[in-house]
């Protein structure tokens, strides 16, 4: 894996292309980028069919051992790895420890073990089992097994130590065993950055990941809910100052395009795509503006009219109430979309984003939508799948275009909304 830089931005924001992907080192990624969110495999709402209909998939799908470990006798008997056992024949494999859109318990690490949670119950994972899954598993890259559970607040000082040391010493037990296996041959290894909100920590997480022999680097603890932004920035710039600049950084539970900007702006290169999923269950479509065209007529061809200051003020200010204020519930609903479950879309014929590409805007209209919400139609969750994950990739791809041509400033005015709104949220 090489990572190809042709801009820094800001001193911090990178654009450029991972190279050399894979085993065959014939795939790319370009980052800022982020991967495909998936259920054991598949994304939810989505046949592998209906997902190839969409522009602009992420290269590498994200698979987790929450959903996986509970099946490792099956895969095993299988013999020929998940990618071949699910029929993801033509994507990278990404696997890794928790699943990003599923809150995981927490009070169940050990000094020797960690713990994920399948649909049966909680599965204890020792280093040398966490090897074995991965063996089983064959991904292209998989994320060391660490200890995460610091990230909420006012975590003391000792567990934030005790976290890192111990991600450390597991770290060093998986490469050993990485090194030893034939099975993982030409795998990347993500080294995990812990230290909770504490800035000393991070730093030797940091520091000490970067000696070890890693492609890439996790940064864990700093999800949605467990901190501020402005604190988030800190961590992640000082962190991002240890770490080489020939790799890849990965954010991990973090998805929000207003949170999303502010940490590429820090220096992150990829992202977990679960955000589309969540806006999904909630019965919302995306609908923030991204087109920094300077075409008057073209500026803001992803949002519309869909939140008009006049026409849809009720439920922008729902939004404003409701979702960004409580910052760690990832259930409500944030301003960056809409609720189609919304009566005042019954007779709404337009299409969810005027001027979308996506299947759902061009053969759809709101009023539709709405009525499959109300009625618990399964087709209601693959429509807004197919616009939710098609505008988020168009958000990223936006975001690489503005980084080429010194338009990053014009997209978070875009993005953050044109009234006033702050990438931080005043609690």
């Not at 020929?80 to 990278?92: C, M, P, S, V």
């Not at 990965?250 to 990829?270: K, N, T």
Request: glycine content about 8%; overall charge negative; some cysteine.
């Amino acid at each position: 894996m090489q990572l190809e830089l042709s801009r820094v931005v800001y001193e911090g924001a990178r654009l450029g292309v991972l190279r050399g992907l894979g085993r065959t080192g014939q795939q790319s990624l370009d980052i800022p980028g982020c991967l495909l969110y998936t259920h054991f495999g598949t994304v939810p709402h989505l046949t592998q069919d209906t997902l190839h209909t969409l522009s602009n998939v992420p290269s590498v799908t994200q698979v987790t051992l929450s959903n996986i470990a509970e099946h490792q006798e099956v895969l095993e008997e299988f013999k020929h790895g998940f990618r071949k056992f699910a029929g993801l024949h033509e994507t990278l494999l990404y696997c890794s420890l928790h699943d990003p859109a599923t809150p995981c318990p927490t009070g169940y690490t050990t000094n020797k073990t960690v713990s994920v949670w399948g649909s049966g119950g909680r599965i204890e994972l020792t280093v040398s089992k966490f090897m074995a899954l991965q063996k089983t598993v064959q991904p292209d890259w998989y994320q060391s097994m660490a200890d995460g559970e610091t990230w909420q607040i006012n975590t003391s000082r000792k567990r934030v130590r005790k976290s890192v040391d111990r991600t450390l010493a597991h770290l060093d037990e998986c490469l050993v065993l990485h090194q030893k296996s034939q099975e993982l041959d030409g795998v990347g290894v993500l080294g995990v950055v812990e230290g909770g909100d504490i800035l000393e920590e991070r730093v030797r997480s940091a520091k000490e990941t970067a000696k070890r022999p890693v492609a890439g680097f996790c940064l864990d603890g700093l999800q949605t809910g467990s901190m501020d932004q402005a604190l988030r920035t800190q961590l992640i710039t000082a962190v991002i100052k240890e770490l080489p600049n020939d790799k890849p950084r990965l954010l991990q539970g973090v998805g929000r395009p207003d949170e999303v900007l502010a940490c590429v702006e820090a220096g992150v290169d990829l992202f977990e795509g679960f955000f589309p999923f969540q806006v999904t269950e909630r019965g919302c479509a995306l609908c923030f503006s991204f087109d920094f065209s300077l075409n008057p007529e073209r500026t803001g061809r992803a949002t519309p009219a869909v939140l008009e200051p006049n026409e849809d003020k009720d439920t922008a200010g729902e939004t404003q109430q409701n979702g960004d204020l409580n910052c760690t519930d990832q259930t409500q609903m944030t301003r960056f979309e809409m609720s189609l479950k919304d009566k005042r879309y019954h007779d709404d014929f337009r299409p969810l984003v005027e001027g979308c590409g996506c299947y759902c805007c061009k053969n759809h209209q709101r009023a539709y939508l709405h009525h499959l919400l109300v009625t618990n139609e399964l087709l209601a969750g693959v429509l807004l799948m197919v616009h939710n994950i098609s505008h988020y990739q168009s958000f990223f791809s936006a975001l690489r275009e503005a980084l080429a041509n010194d338009k990053l400033d014009l997209l978070k005015k875009l993005v953050l909304g044109e009234g006033g709104w702050q990438t931080e949220r005043k609690v």
